[in-house]
């Protein structure tokens, strides 16, 4: 069975908290990952990816300058390193793999959800003020 694990915790805010993806059964490497996140009552957002067709980083405007993402392709994990939390950071956060490529066609931007096929299972980010 393929799954992706994002590990979080509770925050504070202006703290900061590391989630970690990695997947059973392939491996991140070969694929643009992406992070997502859905508050209570809201739509599924993008928040960043990292695209494999360049390597490079794409971050949506309200993590801009406070969450980094990074390859690890040592361990074959995505981490998504988040600083400076905010409370509307409060989410259920979601790592998600493009095996198809379809991310290709986005070249600014890192896709809207669909077109990433593989999902992990979502972990909480409680951020507190």
């Known amino acids: 069975d393929v799954q992706l694990q994002a590990l979080g915790r509770l925050g504070a805010a202006w703290g900061s908290l590391k989630l970690s993806c990695a997947a059973s059964?392939?491996?991140?490497?070969?694929?643009?990952i992406g992070w997502f996140r859905q508050a209570p009552g809201k739509e599924r957002e993008g928040v960043s990816c990292?695209?494999?067709?360049?390597?490079?980083?794409r971050y949506a405007d309200s993590v801009k300058g406070r969450f980094t993402i990074v390859r690890d392709n040592t361990n074959g994990t995505v981490y998504l390193q988040m600083s400076s939390l905010k409370v509307e950071d409060t989410a259920v956060y979601y790592c998600a793999a493009d095996t198809r490529g379809h991310t290709r066609q986005y070249a600014l931007t890192c896709g809207p959800r669909y077109v990433y096929d593989k999902w992990g299972q979502g972990t909480q980010v409680t951020v507190s003020s």
């Open positions: 059964g392939f491996t991140l490497d070969y694929y643009t």
């Open positions: 990292v695209r494999i067709a360049d390597g490079s980083p």
